[in-house]
């Protein structure tokens, strides 16, 4: 069975740190993935998804960058992050090609001071 | 562009008793998917159900079903036999067909509170 793995689950930082969160899938090969960010508990907004290795696409301008160095792994970054990257990201993956649903991680806390 | 709309904030149901959780979507094509997650405390989003929009057929996964009105743009979460362990938060998501990459679009949420 498949399984998706964040770390880490709680991360809090100062402003002008760098970021880097990561997420593995286990069980599956070339899947779809995913990065959303959750602020106050209410809707997710995705950020990038990638269909392959080394292919992003920004979904919004923002000070995160996302890499996918691995066909499982998949990485969120910053070079200097803001208050306003505090939140709660989630990752996830679907199957390639004719996958819709998506399956999700247990998510990372980001508290930025 | 594709919205989904959960009109209900919050909802609550005493235990045993149905709920139903309201969502609407805006679209324009004929091809897509739909969900309802469930976001319990932990805050990790577990999938309840899915509706392929080509089935007129509501799906239903055990105490878990949809009521899908693809001409009205409607597709509510019926949960019965509410037990204590479905207070959450319940998100619907519109997944577009074609060559959308599987990109989900989330409604706000509505906190679902169970009495005992």
């Known amino acids: 069975s498949q399984t998706i793995h964040q770390w880490p689950a709680t991360l809090v930082q100062p402003v002008g740190s760098p970021l880097s969160l990561e997420c593995t899938v286990e069980g599956t090969s070339n899947p779809n993935l995913y990065w959303y960010r959750q602020a106050a508990g209410r809707g997710l907004q995705l950020l990038f998804y990638?269909?392959?290795?080394?292919?992003i696409s920004s979904e919004v301008p923002q000070n995160l960058s996302a890499s996918r160095p691995q066909d499982r792994q998949f990485i969120l970054s910053s070079k200097k992050l803001l208050l306003s990257d505090s939140g709660f990201y989630l990752c996830?993956?679907?199957?390639?090609?004719?996958?819709?649903?998506?399956?999700f991680g247990p998510g990372t806390r980001l508290l930025v001071l | 562009a594709q919205t989904v709309t959960q009109s209900q904030p919050e909802m609550s149901v005493q235990e045993a008793e149905t709920v139903t959780l309201s969502c609407t979507y805006d679209?324009?094509?004929?091809?897509?998917?739909l969900f309802w997650y469930k976001q319990p405390p932990s805050r990790q989003m577990i999938l309840v159900i899915r509706q392929e929009a080509y089935k007129q057929q509501n799906a239903t996964e055990n105490r878990f079903s949809v009521n899908f009105q693809k001409a009205a743009k409607s597709f509510s979460l019926k949960i019965s036999d509410s037990q204590l362990g479905d207070a959450a938060m319940y998100f619907c998501?519109?997944?577009?067909?074609?060559?959308?990459?599987?990109?989900?679009?989330f409604g706000q949420g509505t906190i679902l509170t169970v009495h005992p």
């Open positions: 990638s269909v392959g290795i080394g292919q």
């Open positions: 679209t324009s094509e004929s091809d897509y998917y």
């Open positions: 996830a993956w679907s199957p390639g090609v004719a996958g819709r649903t998506q399956y």
């Open positions: 998501a519109y997944n577009a067909g074609g060559t959308s990459y599987g990109k989900l679009t």
